[in-house]
């Protein structure tokens, strides 16, 4: 993902810098990373949803303990009300973090929506 939103950088910023005599470390800390950032950020809250499901996938695995063990052994003994509220406490937990990320998004990169809007 980052090799593919890097490639969104627009190339006229590279060879400026490069025109201005821009040594690779400079170019990649002033150059990429600032006009990358906002896009990164987007990446990590998209790669957050991921990492969730592939947490409960790994914990399908043969595991005696965690979440998955946890509703795994509330189904076995039928009591589905706690398998219900397991699952959607993991809901909400990733829901949050979502919205808390939206949240620093918006505060650390306010000229986003601005740009959104074009």
């Known amino acids: 993902m980052v090799s593919n939103t890097t490639r969104k950088l627009d190339p006229s910023l590279l060879e400026a810098a490069l025109t201005l005599g821009a040594k690779r470390i400079t170019l990649l800390f002033r150059v990429v990373v600032p006009g990358i950032i906002t896009f990164l950020f987007k990446d990590l809250r998209i790669?957050?949803?991921?990492?969730?499901?592939?947490?409960i996938v790994a914990e399908l695995i043969g595991t005696s303990s965690g979440i998955t063990w946890f509703i795994t052994q509330q189904a076995r003994y039928k009591n589905f009300d706690n398998v219900y509220a397991a699952i959607m406490i993991i809901g909400i937990i990733g829901l949050t973090t979502d919205l808390i990320l939206a949240r620093l998004g918006k505060r650390m990169f306010p000229w986003e929506k601005e740009m959104a809007k074009t």
């Open 47 to 55: 790669l957050l949803g991921w990492a969730w499901t592939y947490l």
